[in-house]
């Protein structure tokens, strides 16, 4: 089984992409992983893909076809996989279709979770996040048990500068002008499964299950 999966800054894709995985024994392959791996172990595509990182410049997309590529051809993709952050681009839709088609294989599914913007945003301008451990919080649900103090490790805990409303705003009017026409290119194919993530995660599983469950696919966990 070969998935995609699609949602806004704040939809729990994330989240969804682990149940994904665990649920259906595929690989979760995120883009930012690619890169930060074939950096760390100095490939070749690492070091040219570094030049336009450490320029401030975006990764021409031969580079990151080419470490997807790579990616998909090692033995834990054989089972099937779940791409996160690839493709963003209609082109980079176009290249992946090439690539599979030199196997006869092809994206089985596209998971696009779905979560108004104003559910986002209330969930999202709500966070706040230890600046030691990484540890995550909600205002609303899920408070620290002393204000501006991680429960954790007590270190102090914060609004970031992404979290803050306007920057929210704008990061969700972009991701949507980026992707709808990915989207688009999907749904002409038939292949995009809607998961409603406005409510809560396991809701959103059920409907993306049950429509690869029409598909054919099984869960193994």
Do not use: W
């Not at 998909?72 to 791409?83: A, F, I, M, V």
């Amino acid at each position: 089984m070969k998935l995609i999966i699609l949602g806004a800054p704040g939809s729990g894709k994330g989240t969804m992409a682990t149940v994904l995985r665990d649920s259906y024994g595929i690989t979760h392959i995120s883009t930012g992983d690619i890169f930060r791996a074939n950096i760390k172990e100095q490939t070749p595509l690492g070091k040219e893909a570094k030049k336009y990182i450490d320029a401030g410049a975006l990764v021409p997309d031969e580079i990151t076809i080419s470490m997807v590529e790579d990616r998909l051809s090692q033995d834990d993709c054989k089972n099937g996989y779940l791409l996160d952050g690839f493709p963003r681009t209609i082109a980079q839709a176009e290249k992946l279709d090439e690539m599979l088609s030199k196997t006869n294989s092809k994206i089985d599914a596209v998971i696009k979770v779905d979560v108004p913007a104003e559910v986002i945003l209330g969930r999202v301008v709500n966070r706040r996040v230890c600046t030691s451990c990484g540890e995550s919080y909600n205002v609303v649900s899920r408070p620290t048990k002393v204000e501006g103090v991680c429960d954790v490790c007590g270190k102090e805990v914060i609004q970031r500068d992404d979290d803050k409303p306007e920057t929210v705003k704008q990061r969700l009017i972009t991701y949507e002008e980026n992707t709808k026409p990915l989207i688009d290119f999907y749904e002409k194919k038939g292949i995009v499964i809607s998961a409603d993530n406005s409510k809560d995660p396991k809701t959103a599983f059920e409907q993306a299950s049950q429509a690869l469950e029409k598909k054919g696919f099984r869960k193994v966990n």
